[in-house]
């Protein structure tokens, strides 16, 4: 039976972290990238027997590639704090650790959950997530939708079992990550030169809203569908938002350097 390794990136996660953590006791070793945590993230980690690392953030994948670098597995899981491991997921894991699988990365299905409903539609389903990596096929790259890449351009498997995702069960929580999210997101689309008009800026968000709501049949959700919909607009508007407010900054210091000082 081959090793199995977990990496997880953290950043004040005290109250998920052990709920991460746990379902995982029985991998070969754990491995924590810690960004500068300022609650008690980093002893729980090490009370639930984890190798912890602190380092500055540097990116999502940046982070995990660093972990993998710690990693001694034949495997490598990787999962953010308000990711768990189900029963499922972890016996398809354990056959895959035995047989050495048909791949060597896997995306595995991820169960949205939003103010602690299920949501089983809308624009984040099917979710799969690249997440099982046999340890020196490949390396983690992209920003804040960050992914696997296999050397030699192999595809990636993929695992049905699921992947319960927690990372939207209060509106405070939902507001908070989105707000990290599109910080990341307007910057890397503000790099690559993207521009945002005022039109885009109103209806693109309405968009989104419809896009969730009607046509990934975000309704058969129920009223947490609607919700989920409508926060998933607010998502696309403070993305757009940072993107305009980005450059129009840029527009106002370029016009700084060029006017001449009184």
């Given at each position: 039976m081959q090793s199995?390794?977990?990496?997880?990136?953290?950043?004040?996660?005290?109250?998920?972290?052990?709920?991460?953590?746990?379902?995982?006791?029985?991998?070969?070793?754990?491995?924590?990238?810690?960004?500068?945590?300022?609650?008690?993230?980093?002893?729980?980690?090490?009370?639930?027997?984890?190798?912890?690392?602190?380092?500055?953030?540097?990116?999502?994948?940046?982070?995990?590639?660093?972990?993998?670098?710690?990693?001694?597995?034949?495997?490598?899981?990787?999962?953010?704090?308000?990711?768990?491991?189900?029963?499922?997921?972890?016996?398809?894991?354990?056959?895959?650790?035995?047989?050495?699988?048909?791949?060597?990365?896997?995306?595995?299905h991820r169960q949205e959950h939003f103010l602690r409903f299920p949501i089983r539609h809308g624009t984040l389903n099917p979710s799969y997530q690249p997440r099982l990596l046999k340890n020196g096929k490949g390396y983690w790259t992209g920003g804040a939708?960050?992914?696997?890449?296999?050397?030699?351009?192999?595809?990636?498997?993929?695992?049905?079992?699921?992947?319960?995702?927690?990372?939207?069960n209060t509106l405070s929580d939902f507001i908070a990550r989105i707000n990290r999210y599109t910080t990341v997101d307007a910057g890397?689309?503000?790099?690559?030169?993207?521009?945002?008009?005022?039109?885009?800026?109103?209806?693109s968000p309405l968009g989104m809203a419809w896009k969730c709501y009607i046509v990934k049949r975000g309704y058969r959700d129920g009223f947490p569908g609607l919700l989920f919909s409508l926060c998933m607009g607010i998502y696309s508007f403070l993305r757009l938002v940072k993107v305009w407010q980005g450059e129009t900054g840029a527009e106002e210091r370029k016009e700084g350097l060029a006017r001449p000082s009184a």
């Open positions: 199995l390794s977990v990496v997880v990136i953290t950043y004040n996660e005290e109250r998920k972290l052990r709920r991460c953590l746990d379902p995982v006791s029985w991998a070969d070793e754990t491995i924590v990238v810690d960004s500068g945590s300022t609650d008690g993230t980093v002893t729980i980690a090490e009370s639930c027997g984890g190798r912890v690392f602190q380092r500055p953030w540097s990116g999502f994948a940046d982070q995990r590639n660093f972990g993998m670098e710690q990693a001694r597995g034949d495997w490598i899981l990787f999962l953010d704090a308000d990711e768990y491991v189900t029963e499922g997921l972890e016996a398809r894991i354990r056959d895959l650790l035995r047989t050495g699988g048909d791949f060597d990365a896997y995306k595995i939708h960050a992914h696997i890449e296999v050397n030699g351009e192999g595809e990636l498997g993929l695992i049905h079992e699921d992947l319960y995702h927690d990372s939207h890397e689309r503000i790099l690559a030169g993207q521009r945002v008009g005022r039109l885009r800026l109103v209806f």
